[in-house]
């Protein structure tokens, strides 16, 4: 089932608001039994003690396209029990889904409460009825956690993986929390004077990311931090190449990680062979300081110059970071048509 609407704007489901003000008695033997979240089923011993009590019974909900039982199948026993012919009902209209969807918020707020084996079923029924669902939003409706919910989606094999999920408030967010800082530092480069709630806004993330994102990229920073990044950079496996060639020789020392990075950039024939591959390789070479370099040229800045000198460090270091961005974005968008284009249809339809 679909979670968009025709004009592809979120569907709201149904909840509390979508049951009808008045109330009606209808006939008992017309109903059907609950699609209810209850995996054991209803308690009688509850059903009886509610028939027991004489006490007037609040309505129960009705999903009115199929006459199941939303909530209140307790209620309707002990009405069976007690022998009433009517029952009180407020009705709601919906989708199957969301009905059920229904049914595991109104047993979570009131009534016996659903047990963890309950809750947790229904949370893979939600989130398989509605894949788009975030898992804050699943959580929610559960009583989980929202990592509760993450770990079983991720165990999950039939739930399909989206590249966007909607949230609690109804918009549409990155899955990816990468693709998502991304596509802000996107609209902080095009917009510099944006709000933070217009680059949230335009790049589908929460204000408080579009400060950090804000805030790391005035400080000269990578917008995505190294605890969104899916792996941490590695030095990848040198090649093995012939004795008698300089690179075969082993350093004394290990190497840096970016040694080991630009090593193997050196190495490949697609740069090596090409005009802009050399003078990508120099200009990354020339850009690298080891400790003792920069050391070197700290101790002979003149102080005079000190602040001319670190304010076109933070220039430069800003134009490779717009420079790593842009070659980031052009991969995601390669890879799974998000990136700069999806920046920029975010920000035409803001």
Do not use: Y
């Amino acid at each position: 089932m679909s979670d968009s609407r025709p004009d592809g704007k979120p569907r709201s489901p149904i909840d509390e608001n979508h049951l009808t003000q008045h109330t009606q008695w209808i006939p008992v033997d017309s109903l059907a039994a609950a699609d209810s979240p209850r995996l054991a089923g209803e308690i009688e011993e509850h059903a009886r003690s509610l028939a027991e009590s004489g006490a007037a019974l609040p309505p129960i909900v009705v999903h009115r396209p199929t006459m199941r039982v939303v909530d209140g199948m307790h209620r309707l026993r002990a009405a069976e029990l007690r022998g009433d012919r009517l029952i009180e009902v407020r009705f709601v209209d919906g989708s199957v889904e969301d009905a059920f969807v229904l049914a595991v918020q109104l047993n979570a707020e009131h009534g016996m409460p659903l047990s963890r084996q309950d809750r947790t079923a229904a949370a893979v029924r939600i989130m398989r009825s509605h894949p788009a669902w975030s898992d804050r939003r699943i959580a929610a409706v559960t009583g989980l956690s929202p990592g509760a919910v993450g770990s079983l989606r991720a165990n999950a094999r039939d739930t399909p993986q989206l590249t966007l999920r909607i949230g609690r408030d109804g918009r549409k967010r990155p899955v990816d929390a990468t693709a998502g800082r991304l596509a802000a530092s996107r609209v902080i480069a095009e917009f510099p004077d944006a709000s933070l709630r217009e680059i949230a806004s335009r790049a589908g993330i929460a204000v408080a990311t579009a400060r950090d994102v804000r805030r790391r990229i005035r400080l000269g920073q990578d917008p995505v931090a190294p605890k969104f990044r899916p792996t941490a950079l590695e030095s990848p496996a040198r090649e093995k190449v012939p004795a008698d060639r300089p690179e075969a020789a082993e350093p004394a020392t290990p190497q840096p990680v970016w040694e080991g990075v630009l090593s193997s950039m050196r190495r490949d024939p697609s740069l090596r062979m090409s005009e802009i591959g050399r003078t990508l390789l120099q200009l990354l070479r020339a850009h690298l300081l080891t400790t003792e370099q920069r050391q070197d040229l700290i101790d002979g800045i003149p102080a005079h110059r000190a602040a001319d000198v670190a304010q076109m460090a933070r220039v430069c270091a800003s134009r490779w970071l717009e420079f790593a961005i842009d070659i980031e974005c052009r991969e995601t968008a390669a890879k799974g048509g998000t990136g700069e284009q999806s920046v920029r249809q975010l920000s035409s339809g803001a």
